[in-house]
């Protein structure tokens, strides 16, 4: 199973969401593949946020060997589930899609909810990671289904 966690720049949800659902994941021992990228192209290349790099850190979480990417177009064969983290991703993301079926690989991470973008705000980091980490605990519990 392979699996994208997409976020705006690629430097502070999605390296979490990646991070966290790769460290359960070989805790699992499941032969899956994550990765992360961003709607935006503004950070391609660079290491996730190090508020980001930090609060996994604090977790036993490792995203230092992450490089931003950019959304393309070919991820949709590439990968078989494309969770984003708000609405504007969604559109982003949906909007590059040729077909129902592409779309159809896109989904909320959240259920009910989006987020929240942490960049701005410092004391969000922490908050945001654990919201993460319940999420992926989840998605493996139903994707293993």
């Not at 393309?72 to 590059?96: A, P």
Request: with cysteine; aromatic share 10%.
């Amino acid at each position: 199973m392979k699996i994208l966690m997409v976020c705006l720049g690629n430097i502070c949800r999605s390296p979490l969401a990646h991070g966290v659902m790769q460290h359960l994941v070989e805790q699992e021992g499941l032969d899956w593949e994550i990765d992360s990228a961003g709607t935006g192209d503004w950070h391609v290349g660079h290491q996730p946020d190090k508020r980001s790099i930090a609060v996994a850190k604090k977790y036993g979480v490792d995203i230092t060997q992450q490089r931003a990417q950019w959304f393309q177009r070919d991820f949709f064969e590439r990968y078989d589930h494309i969770y984003v983290m708000d609405n504007n991703n969604f559109r982003d993301v949906t909007g590059l899609a040729e077909c129902d079926e592409d779309r159809a690989k896109v989904r909320m991470f959240l259920l009910k909810d989006i987020v929240p973008d942490p960049y701005f705000d410092e004391n969000q980091f922490e908050p945001v990671y654990h919201m993460i980490e319940k999420r992926c605990r989840e998605l493996i519990r139903e994707l293993r289904k």
